[in-house]
């Protein structure tokens, strides 16, 4: 919002942080989103996270995650996926 403040929730906080972390080369820190949340990724993003990664659009070595070279491409896919309804 132009000259004004928008307030987030919780749901809309952490899909953020999920999708600016994995636009880095380095990828998402599980461990980071779980001190930030007090909750694990898993708990929050499973089902959109295991699909991804099964589509070939997510690497996962247990600590980050990241996306893949297909799923740069189409790093759109994976990001609405993660968005609170």
């Known amino acids: 919002v132009i ?3 928008e307030t987030i929730d919780e749901a809309l906080e ?3 942080t999920v ?5 880095l080369n380095a990828g998402l820190s ?8 007090g909750m694990a990724l ?3 993003f ?6 991804c990664a099964r589509w070939d659009l997510l690497t996962d070595d ?7 070279p297909r799923g740069r491409l189409l790093s759109n896919e ?7 309804d």
Not at 46 to 51: E, H, R
Not at 62 to 68: D, H, K, M, P, S
Not at 78 to 84: A, D, I
């Open 3 to 5: 000259g004004g403040r």
């Open 14 to 16: 952490q899909a953020e």
């Open 19 to 23: 999708i600016l972390g994995l636009r």
């Open 30 to 37: 599980r461990a980071q989103f779980a001190q930030r949340f």
């Open 42 to 44: 898993d708990d929050v």
């Open 46 to 51: 499973g089902k959109p996270l295991a699909d």
């Open 62 to 68: 247990g600590e980050r995650v990241r996306l893949t």
């Open 78 to 84: 994976v990001f609405v996926r993660l968005l609170p």
